[in-house]
């Protein structure tokens, strides 16, 4: 089983800051994925990385995967309260059919 | 738009019962899934399928069994409940080749008492 690794668990801002959350592994990822989970919903795909050091942008979102391809991170610029949800980073590929999701980082952005 | 439906979003079952979530995707995907999800634990997988009638279990098979008679249903059977089993449980499809990614439905929070 891979045993992917997120922090922070928790984290709460105010409308306007930046922040970055994590996804680590002890093994290489053969691709990444981060979703979101809205309250009440299932989570949703925002992105997926392929390449090691690949940088992709949507909108205020910029996901980072590490040159060794163990790492990722999520920063978000000027956060608004539309993003509050929970951060999920999964990885699949070299799997098989499973994916294996990550502990996620629950945002919360106060207004 | 593509859509994975779970038949209920809130169930309240009691301890021994038989319980039955309904999953039911209309992309024609080949691969589903079920996980459930803790707080703390993330996403954990129960079981999949790769095609109609053909399952595989996840990390977490111990309770549950899953059917797949037609190719856009997959069902979730908890055959005697327990409250350990009290969780979120999420249904999702999958695009295969390149560009994979999985559709999940929104959830079904499953109470055993």
């Known amino acids: 089983t891979q045993l992917l690794e997120q922090s922070p668990q928790f984290l709460s801002i105010q409308e306007g800051e930046n922040l970055t959350v994590y996804c680590n592994s002890s093994?290489?990822?053969?691709?990444l994925q981060w979703y979101r989970q809205e309250p009440g919903e299932g989570p949703v795909l925002l992105v997926t990385?392929?390449?090691?050091?690949e940088v992709k942008k949507l909108k205020r979102l910029t996901f980072q995967f590490g040159d060794a391809r163990k790492d990722s991170s999520l920063h978000i610029t000027a956060a608004q309260p539309g993003d509050t949800g929970l951060y999920l980073c999964?990885?699949?590929?070299?799997?098989?059919?499973?994916?294996?999701f990550g502990t996620g980082t629950s945002l919360t952005v106060i207004p | 738009d593509v859509k994975v439906t779970q038949s209920s979003r809130y169930l309240v079952k009691r301890t021994g019962e038989k319980v039955f979530l309904e999953c039911v995707q209309d992309m024609d995907h080949e691969n589903m899934f079920w996980y459930r999800q803790d707080p703390g634990l993330g996403l954990r997988l129960i079981y999949f399928?790769?095609?109609?009638?053909?399952?595989e279990k996840g990390d977490i098979p111990e309770g549950y069994s899953v059917s797949r008679e037609k190719k856009e249903r997959f069902s979730l059977i908890l055959e005697s409940a327990s409250t350990n089993q009290t969780s979120m449980y999420l249904c999702?499809?999958?695009?295969?080749?390149?560009?994979?990614?999985?559709?999940f439905g929104s959830g079904t929070q499953l109470s055993v008492l």
């Open positions: 999964a990885e699949g590929g070299n799997t098989g059919n499973q994916f294996y």
């Open positions: 093994s290489v990822f053969s691709s």
């Open positions: 990385v392929v390449t090691g050091g």
């Open positions: 999702a499809s999958r695009t295969t080749g390149l560009g994979e990614k999985l559709f």
């Open positions: 399928s790769y095609d109609v009638k053909m399952k």
